[in-house]
Nanobody, 133 residues
Framework: QLQFVESGGGVVQPGGSLRLSCLASGFSLDLYAIGWFRQAPGKEREGVSGISKNSGSIQYADIVKDRFVISRDNAKNTVYLQMNRLEPEDTAVYYC??????????????????????????WGQGTQVTVSA
């Protein structure tokens, strides 16, 4: 089955950190750009970060910029999301998904809306992140 397996979520206090991992299962990660998304209860899924195939291009949503860091290790077929200075508003289920590189480049250029879930695939089950005192 072609999908991602997300892990690393948990309960953390405001101001704390978590590192999420996203393992590609059944396909080679280096064929795709990757996006991290999240979905809070009662809200639509939203994109938080994206990274190109070779890590040369990265984008962040304004709400996480300067707090989250995306990275990837193609040899390990894994993408990471380091989340720092977490806030209660970051509480959500976090997912990663793959996007064709040409679509990702169009996102960076502004000719395609970023993080449109319709353009992404190989969704996993997600990992729950809860930020609470």
């Amino acid at each position: 089955q072609l999908q991602f397996v997300e892990s690393g979520g948990g309960v953390v206090q405001p101001g704390g950190s978590l590192r999420l991992s996203c393992l590609a299962s059944g396909f080679s990660l280096d064929l795709y750009a990757i996006g991290w998304f999240r979905q809070a209860p009662g809200k639509e899924r939203e994109g938080v970060s994206g990274i190109s195939k070779n890590s040369g291009s990265i984008q962040y949503a304004d709400i996480v910029k300067d707090r989250f860091v995306i990275s990837r290790d193609n040899a390990k077929n894994t993408v990471y999301l380091q989340m720092n200075r977490l806030e209660p508003e970051d509480t959500a289920v976090y997912y990663c998904a793959a996007v064709p590189s040409d679509v990702f480049q169009k996102e960076l250029a502004g000719t395609v809306p970023p993080w449109d879930p319709e353009n992404y695939y190989y969704w996993g089950q997600g990992t729950q992140v809860t930020v609470s005192a």
